[in-house]
C-alpha cells in the first residue's frame, strides 16, 4: 500500500512549543531520540494505525521572521535540548522554515501583534484572511502529496474573547466574516476556519478561542471534520487533576489551593499582559471546583521572570481538613521545561487524530480529554479517569484489546 504521508501545520510555528516538536519529530525519524515523554508509545497504544514519525510533514504559520533555528539555538542555550541534536537536523529545519507562511493577526491584541515582523495584511476581512490561510493549507497539501493536514494551534496566548457574542450557529456566523469591526472571533478562530474548510483537522493546544464556538463545531460536523482543544495540560494543572481525586476519594476537605507559576520564555512575555494572562489563569484555576465535592479557595499567579527562560517552576501550597478538622498542609515544586513537556503532545495530538480521521470520526474528539486543561464537551476533569476513556477508544475495533 501507498505511504500515507500527513501534514502537521503548526500556527505559531517558530515558536519554543512548535520548534521543539520539530527537532523533536527530525529526532526520532532519524532515530535520535527516545519515545519518552510520547503518550502514544504507550504499550496501550502499540498496534494501532498510528502515523509513523517518517510519514509526517510539517509546515506553518508564523508572525515573526526568525528561523527555527533562532529559537531551537535559543533553546540549547536554555539546556532546554541538546546542541548536537541541533547541529545534526539543521538541513531539515532549513527545510520547513521554508514551509512556513505569515499568518494573520485578527483580534490578537497589541502585545501579539506588537511581536509581528513579518510582512502581514492588516487590512483584511477576516473572510480574506480565511481565505488566504486556506490557500496556505491546500498549497501545502497539495505540493507535498499529503493525505490529510492536522492544523495545530501553538500559537502565543490570546485575550479571551466572550463567548457569549459569538452566534451559536454557522449559518449566523458566517455572513460576519465580511465585516472585520462586527466579526466576533479572532485570529485563532479565523485558522479554525481555514482548517475546516480546506478539509483538515484542528486541535488547540492554547487557551484562545479557536473552534470552541459551538458555530465552528458545528462547521467542523458539516465538513466532516474533527477538532479538540484546549490548552495542554502539561505541567501544574496535570498534577492538580491527579492529586485533587486522591483527596475527594479520602474524603479530605480542600480549604485552599494557591498555585504561583514563574518562567521567562516568550509565552511567559505575552502572558505578562493582564489581558492575555486572563484566559490562561481561567483555564488553570477551574477544574478544582469540578473534581472536589466543596469548590476550595483559590489563586493561581503567573509571573515573567526572564532569567527562568523556559524553565517553568510552579510552587503550590494546599490546605486540607481530615478527621477531627484538623488542619493539614502539603506543598510541592515542580519545575519543568516547558517545551519540552508540551512537544511530545502535540506529535501524539496529531497520531491519534489522524487515527480518529481513519476511523471516520468527525466533530469533537472527546477521548483526547486528558491532553486538555479545558477539554472540550469533557465534564470528567480526572486525570485517570480521562485517560482510562482514551485507552478505551485506542480498544474500540482493535483486536489486541
Ligand atoms: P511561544 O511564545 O514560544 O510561541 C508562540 C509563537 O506563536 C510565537 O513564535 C509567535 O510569534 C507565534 N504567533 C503569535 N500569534 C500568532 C498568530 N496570530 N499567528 C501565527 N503565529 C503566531 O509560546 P510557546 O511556549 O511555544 O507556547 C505556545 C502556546 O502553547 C501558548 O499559547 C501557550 O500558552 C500554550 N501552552 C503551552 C504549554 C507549555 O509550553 N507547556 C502548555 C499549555 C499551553
Redesign the pocket.
Known sequence: MAKRRIGIWL????????TTAIVGLVALRNGQAGTTGLVSELPSFAGLDLPDWKDLVVGG????SLSLLDTATRLAGEQAIDHRLLESCQDELAQIDARIRP???YR?GPT?AG?ADLEIPRDETPREAVARLQADLEAFATSNHLEHVVVVN????EPPMDLSAVPSSWRQLEPLLDSPEQCPVP?SSLYAIAAFESGCSYIN????LGATPAALDELAQLRGSRHMGY?????ETLLKSTLAPMFARRNLQVLSWVGHNIFG???GR??DNPVNKAA?VRSKDHLLSQILPQAPQTLVSIEYIESMGDWKTAWDHLHFAGFLGTRMTMQFTWQGC??L??APLVLDLVRFTELARRRGETGTLKFLGSFF?SPLGVEEQSFERQFLVLEQWACQGHDQC
Open positions: 500556527i505559531g510555528a517558530r515558536g519554543g512549543v512548535a504559520h508564523e508572525i515573526r499568518g494573520t493577526l490578537v501579539i511581536l501553538v500559537a502565543s496566548t485570529a493546544f492554547t487557551p484562545a490548552d495542554g495540560k502539561t505541567g520564555n516568550l509565552d505575552v502572558l490562561k516547558d517545551s513537556l508540551a486543561k
